[in-house]
């Protein structure tokens, strides 16, 4: 049984956070995401790595790891946040007792996404765990190869706010969507999404072009056939053009915005504030997008061949 | 046959199941139109095929509708809409356009088709409201798991990439086998000599790991 407040006027936005934090927490699917990517990284981690000698092994391909927090972490959030969000709207509709007003409500799960960001911090901080008992390969595109804050950049954008990002997105969903199977649906048009608006061309001359979509494939993975592939040698890995550190922006942008699409929902909250709330931020996402899309990394950076040891 | 008729079409949220049809055509359409992409755009018209049978086993006023003496002729109904929807998706699934030979999939369909009817069937015999939409979203966020587990480790697909290995082709049709006829048992109990017996027993325990019973009366 869920705990909620009394309806009343006066129950505080901070106290209703703490309410929804705890029940995002103790979500069993949520709880599930959480213990596949963090068990995953390590399975991952530890039966990814690239042989070189007969006793080191080098870990490889870390920028790619964020889509298992993303999937595992992100993508279940999102269901979590949409059944949260709908779920005090289903006694609301039904006996007119909810507390708070509508956005307060939203407010209230939207604040609870921290959840899912700190679940992606921590996934963070077992990687670095991890590299501590296995480092990189010295020509993996990592800290030292590439630039530092393009490094931290793609690992939080595509990381910890890829976890909070699916989970407001969820809010917006629970929000706006009342069909049966609507959290379904978003997690099926989120990932081919964005797929199909980015993949076709990530390789060509526009391949800048494609970090508007909210989780944009930076690092191709290392070409472990040794086959060359859309201009990568093989053994070689590549980042993709553009500018991760404004991409960190924009994604957080995105986020704002969709926290803004949910609150908007409530007629009575449709104040001048919130629509110029609303603009400004439509305003800051197309700006990040074309300035993460026309600065930062002009050419793909190619790393070195990394190669397995023969045999 | 009128009154299944009259039933079904009030009984099954109808516009929700074939707008997610509409969803497995423009799948179907995006795995023709990018070739790069068909291998998720397929899989996900798979899953979005088996989520929407998941739908026909909602029912608002479950608590008052399994109590009366249609309950369990009208399980069966809803069964064979979940059937058709599933026939549906899946025809549309096997014979659009496209890069590969598709008929690998039909398998996929039924076995992932019969579990989900059949987790389905389990909550609303447990009086949950609305099964359909958690069911719906596990469904598409375990179907994909394996499609991100595969960019690392080489676990080898257990979906038709294009086609299935003999021992992939055997896994699906035993689980296919497996859920059907559970499905089939857990809606007739006379087979289990009378209430509660093995089969209700099992629909308890899988609904309780699906954490089910926490979801009731949310949308």
Redesign the interface.
């Known amino acids: 049984m869920y705990s909620t407040l009394p309806a009343r006027s006066s129950a505080s936005l901070t106290s209703m956070v703490a309410i929804e934090a705890r029940r995002f927490a103790r979500h069993?699917?949520f709880l599930l995401?959480v213990v596949?990517a963090l068990a995953?990284e390590a399975?991952?981690f530890f039966?990814?790595g690239v042989t070189v000698s007969e006793d080191t092994t080098h870990a490889i391909?870390m920028l790619?790891?964020p889509?298992?927090p993303a999937?595992?972490i992100g993508?279940?959030s999102l269901?979590v946040a949409a059944?949260l969000t709908?779920?005090t709207?289903?006694s609301a509709e039904a006996m007119g007792t909810a507390p708070g007003t509508e956005a307060q409500r939203t407010l209230a799960v939207a604040g609870a996404c921290l959840v899912p960001f700190v679940a992606g911090v921590a996934w963070l901080a077992e990687l670095f765990i991890l590299l501590q008992i296995r480092g990189v390969h010295p020509y993996e595109l990592w800290f030292g190869t590439m630039n530092d804050l393009h490094v931290w950049s793609i690992l939080v954008a595509l990381g910890p706010v890829a976890c909070l990002g699916g989970a407001v997105l969820g809010v917006l969903v629970g929000r706006w969507l009342?069909?049966?199977?609507?959290?379904?649906?978003a997690?099926?048009v989120v990932?081919?999404g964005t797929?199909?608006g980015s993949?076709?061309y990530s390789y060509t001359d526009q391949g800048h072009l494609r970090v508007w979509v909210p989780w944009a494939m930076w690092h191709t993975?290392t070409m472990s056939d040794g086959e060359a592939w859309e201009g990568v040698p093989g053994y070689a890995q590549a980042v993709l053009t553009g500018n991760p550190a404004t991409y960190l922006l924009y994604a957080l942008a995105l986020c704002a915005l969709a926290v803004a699409g949910a609150v908007w929902h409530d007629r009575t909250a449709r104040t001048a504030r919130l629509r110029l709330v609303c603009w400004g931020l439509v305003a800051l996402v197309v700006a990040l997008y074309l300035t993460t899309a026309f600065t930062g990394i002009e050419e793909m950076i190619v790393s070195r061949p990394i190669p397995p040891l023969e045999g | 046959m009128r009154d299944t008729g009259w039933y079904l079409r009030r009984a099954v949220p109808w516009s929700p199941v074939l707008g997610a049809v509409g969803l497995v055509v423009a799948l179907i359409a995006a795995a023709h139109r990018w070739e790069e992409v068909e291998g998720l755009a397929l899989t996900l018209a798979a899953l979005v095929t088996v989520a929407a049978a998941a739908l026909v086993y909602d029912d608002a006023a479950v608590a008052v509708t399994a109590v009366t003496p249609r309950a369990r002729w009208a399980q069966w109904a809803r069964l064979a809409a979940g059937v058709a929807v599933l026939a549906l998706g899946g025809a549309v699934l096997l014979t659009g356009a496209g890069h590969t030979d598709r008929s690998d999939w039909a398998l996929a369909v039924a076995a992932l088709g019969g579990a989900t009817l059949l987790v389905a069937l389990v909550g609303r015999q447990r009086q949950v409201p609305r099964p359909g939409t958690p069911v719906a979203s596990g469904v598409v966020l375990l179907g994909l798991a394996p499609l991100v587990v595969g960019l690392f480790l080489e676990l080898g697909s257990p979906y038709p990439a294009p086609g299935l290995t003999d021992a992939a082709a055997t896994r699906w049709g035993v689980v296919a086998a497996v859920v059907w006829i559970a499905l089939a048992v857990r809606l007739d109990g006379r087979w289990l000599g009378g209430s509660p017996g093995l089969g209700r027993g099992l629909g308890r325990g899988l609904g309780r790991g699906l954490g089910l019973g926490r979801l009731r009366g949310v949308r």
Request: hydrophobic content about 60%; proline content about 10%.
């Open positions: 069993p699917l995401g596949i995953l399975w991952v039966a990814d391909d790619s790891h889509i298992i999937f595992f993508l279940t269901v059944r709908r779920s709207e289903v009342r069909f049966p199977g609507a959290p379904a649906v997690v099926v990932a081919i797929m199909v993949l076709p993975g």
